[in-house]
């Protein structure tokens, strides 16, 4: 579910969503997590970076704090959820490991030349 991207008929320059995983098997509840994406052109082919947070729970009236970051001097994209963004690597030989890292470098996103969406994305020259 886009929660609010900036871009053209074509594709969005920037969007954040919520991604659905599926159910959690325990407490039954919806699982997934916050994705952030950056396009490098106006294109449905254009190169994109996109970071996510790991995989959690939404607690029914409890606000979550999103943001993104695009610096462009170091060319990277970081994305926080309530003030944190996650940076746990592993070794490579670490099979019990899961990396969770929730910036990465990143194309620089296209002057869209239009206003911020809520709640929508440009998908296949259509809003929706």
């Known amino acids: 579910m886009t929660v609010l991207s900036r871009g053209t008929g074509t594709t969005s320059s920037v969007a954040l969503r919520r991604h659905c995983l599926g159910v959690d098997p325990y407490g039954g509840g919806p699982m997934g997590e916050w994705q952030a ?9 254009a ?9 959690n729970i939404p607690v029914l009236g409890n606000w979550t704090h999103l943001a993104l970051v695009y610096d462009a001097d170091a060319s990277r994209l970081t994305r926080y959820v309530d003030g944190q963004h996650e ?4 070794e490579p030989d670490a099979s019990f490991c899961t990396p969770h890292v929730s910036s990465a470098p990143s194309v620089r996103p296209f002057d869209a030349g239009a206003g911020l969406e809520f709640g929508r994305a440009p998908r296949r020259r259509q809003l929706g």
């Open 37 to 45: 994406t950056v396009a490098g052109s106006d294109s449905p082919t």
């Open 47 to 55: 190169a994109r970076t996109t970071v996510a947070h790991t995989a």
């Open 87 to 90: 940076n746990q690597s592993c």
